[in-house]
């Protein structure tokens, strides 16, 4: 288990966090249906529009590279989206076989088209594939969004299907200044805190694989443009 950035590559950009300040109850409950508006609404209800641009192509290199993968292994990418970062897997590892899992119909009605044979719709605390089936499996600002005991059964569901070869990034924050960046910006949590906490409950869950925090750093400066 290693802690570890993968996402080092993701663009950066500056966000105004005082749009989406303390966001009202109504945008929040409509970011949690991970409908049209959580994707392609608003900025106040989410990504404000998601679209291919390749910004994971480096990200899936540095992945690939990470997990030294080859032609021929099956990866699989939880809370996938619109299966982007698939869709430049399968560019950066010719021959492998990525799988994602989605509990949104509306992000794979509009997926990639390189992803779309190969998304299943479910909830990452049930994963219907096998034990030990993967040779990469990535959860990327996704389990987050459970409520405490469901999250320590997703990232046993990572464990199980993966054994240890994972990758879990989670939101987080080191101090009250990013607690207050997080509580006005973040709008689908259900459990977060510091690292402390996600370190309990992936040894909780006997989670082994590799993971990060999705930090938002200071106010309006800069942070990741399309984190949602
Ligand atoms: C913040 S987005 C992250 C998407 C992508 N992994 C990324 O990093 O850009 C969270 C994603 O997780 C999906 N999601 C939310 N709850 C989920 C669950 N219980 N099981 C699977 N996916 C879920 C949402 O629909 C959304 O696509």
Redesign the pocket.
């Known amino acids: 288990m290693a802690e570890i950035n993968l996402l080092r590559s993701y663009p950066r950009a500056k966000r105004n966090l005082s749009a989406r300040q303390r966001a009202q109850a109504s945008n929040r409950d409509l970011a949690k249906k991970?409908g049209f508006e959580?994707?392609d609404g608003s900025r106040e209800q989410g990504y404000g529009g998601y679209r291919y641009d390749g910004r994971?192509r480096p990200i899936a290199r540095d992945i690939a590279a990470h997990f030294a993968l080859q032609a021929g292994d099956r990866v699989l990418?939880?809370?996938?989206?619109?299966g982007?970062?698939m869709r430049d897997l399968i560019e950066a590892v010719p021959g492998s076989e990525v799988w994602g899992?989605?509990?949104?119909q509306y992000?794979i009605e509009h997926c990639h088209a390189d992803a779309q044979h190969r998304i299943v719709r479910?909830?990452?605390?049930y994963l219907p594939f096998a034990s030990d089936s993967f040779a990469a499996v990535?959860?990327?600002?996704?389990?987050h969004?459970?409520e405490r005991d469901?999250c320590v059964a997703?990232l046993r569901e990572i464990q199980r299907v993966s054994g240890g070869r994972a990758y879990v990034?989670v939101d987080a924050y080191r101090d009250d200044s990013e607690r207050d960046n997080f509580l006005d910006w973040v709008l689908?949590a259900q459990t977060y805190g510091k690292p402390d906490l996600w370190l309990d409950l992936f040894r909780e869950a006997g989670y082994t694989g590799d993971y990060y925090w999705t930090i938002i750093e200071s106010d309006e400066w800069i942070v990741r443009e399309?984190?949602?």
């Not at 899992?101 to 949104?104: A, G």
């Not at 990535?138 to 389990?143: A, D, K, P, S, T």
């Open positions: 991970f959580y994707f994971w990418d939880i809370g996938c989206a619109k982007f970062l899992l989605e509990i949104s992000a479910g909830t990452a605390q990535l959860c990327i600002n996704v389990v969004n459970l469901a997703a990034q689908t399309a984190r949602a």
